[in-house]
Each structure stands twice: as C-alpha cells, then as structure tokens.
C-alpha cells in the first residue's frame, strides 16, 4: 500500500460510514438474538426433560441475559442523531449554567 492511499480508517465520518457502522451493529445484534433464542431454548428443553414439574431454573438466564439482548436492541435502535433544534436547547442550557 501507497503512504498516501486513503484507507478506510483514514475516511472521514460520512453518512456512507454511519450507515456501514449501523448495519454491523444490527448484524451483530441479530447474531446475539439468534444465539440468546438457542440456548435458552436448550435450557428450556434440558428443564422439561430433567424437572418438569419442578422450580423453573432457566428463568434466571433467560432474564439475566434478556437485560443484555434488550439493553443491545436499544443501542442499535435508538436514534443517535440529534436535531437542530435539540443541539440549539441545549447550548442555551449550557449558556445559562455559566
């Protein structure tokens, strides 16, 4: 490679980039849904073989790492821009903290 080629870490922070960043975080985050779903059902089938009438036992990973899946969901979901307006609030707010 040339010293003055532009490699990707080198290139600004595009909307082309932002987007390339989203779309392996929702990848990623559906690869953690899907194994979330299977090993917990795994869980869940060991508990109905094992003890089904028994203390439901996999109710703790499955909230344990259900708080992990949905904390997940909210950092690829969430709306990580901000408005015009919103900036604007919030310089004021800061202006008036001085």
């Known amino acids: 490679m040339k010293i003055n080629e532009t490699t990707e870490l080198d290139l600004p922070n595009t909307t082309r980039d932002r987007a390339i960043k989203r779309l392996r ?3 990623d985050f ?3 849904l899907v194994v979330y779903a299977v090993v917990n059902g795994f869980l869940v089938a060991i508990w109905a073989v094992t003890t089904p009438h028994g203390f439901f036992w996999p109710v703790f990973p ?3 790492w ?3 899946v949905v904390l997940n969901a909210w950092d690829v979901y969430r709306n990580d821009t901000f408005s015009e307006e919103q900036i604007q609030r919030e310089i004021e707010h800061l ?3 001085r």
């Open 25 to 27: 975080k929702r990848r």
């Open 30 to 32: 559906y690869g953690h």
């Open 62 to 64: 499955l909230l344990g």
């Open 66 to 68: 259900g708080i992990g």
């Open 95 to 97: 202006g008036r903290r």
